[in-house]
């Protein structure tokens, strides 16, 4: 059922900043958001659908510079469409997890893997309160809300206090923390409907213990 949903709302096609990727993407995103919020159960937004600026962003620069995640295990935290977690396996990055708390999320997150022909381990669960050791943690577009900002931000130092390397890529959205370091800039093409911009500047920075 999850899967079917998924593809009946999403066309397989490369990812505007990451062609080397090929992604389930909404064909119609109004219309996805709407039979999401209408369907009769309560339901995440469709986060999975979408490949957002951080993820883009990350995407590239694990594919530019191989060596951050390859034979090293990594985390692709909030996976959302598994744009990330495919990247970094195509990176040569071993093992993969992708994790979500939605089950439609991690659906197309295997699908994506699937279409990619990659490995890629799914997990449904909420990891911020674990204390979980990888090599590399990824993280796209997760401080969007204070909330948010609040769970994530000690876990991620953490991860860096157990040695794993950070990595979170932002198109300054508001929560971001201060204190990170700047590892790379570009101009990412975003889904205009939803951004209301053509294009966002994002930011993939490395988060530290302290």
């Known amino acids: 059922m999850l899967l079917e949903f998924v593809h009946t709302h999403t066309v397989a ?4 900043f990451v062609p080397e990727v090929t992604l389930l993407q909404a064909d119609d ?17 469709p ?4 490949a957002w600026a951080g993820g883009q962003a990350l995407a590239r620069h694990v594919l ?3 060596d ?22 195509k990176a040569g990055a071993r093992p993969v997890t992708a994790n979500d708390i939605d089950p ?38 997760v401080f969007y809300s204070r909330e948010m900002a609040n769970r994530v931000l000690p876990f991620l130092r953490r991860a860096a206090f157990h040695g794993a390397l950070v990595l ?8 971001l923390p201060e204190g990170l370091i700047e590892r790379a800039v570009y101009d990412v093409p975003v889904v205009e409907e939803l951004e ?13 213990a302290s």
């Open 13 to 16: 096609a490369p990812v505007p």
């Open 29 to 45: 995103p109004i219309a996805l958001w709407e039979a999401t919020e209408s369907g009769g159960t309560a339901q995440p937004p």
């Open 47 to 50: 986060f999975w659908a979408f």
């Open 64 to 66: 530019d510079d191989p």
């Open 68 to 89: 951050l995640v390859a034979g090293r295990s990594v985390l692709d935290l909030a996976t959302g469409s598994g744009l990330v977690a495919v990247a970094a396996a």
């Open 104 to 141: 439609y999320s991690l659906a197309a997150a295997q699908a994506n893997a699937d279409t990619n022909g990659v490995r890629v381990e799914t997990v449904e669960a909420d990891l911020l309160d674990t204390d979980g050791r990888f090599g590399v943690v990824l993280a796209g577009d």
């Open 168 to 175: 979170v890529g932002d198109p300054g959205r508001a929560y």
């Open 196 to 208: 209301s911009v053509p294009f966002r500047r994002t930011t993939v920075w490395q988060l530290t």
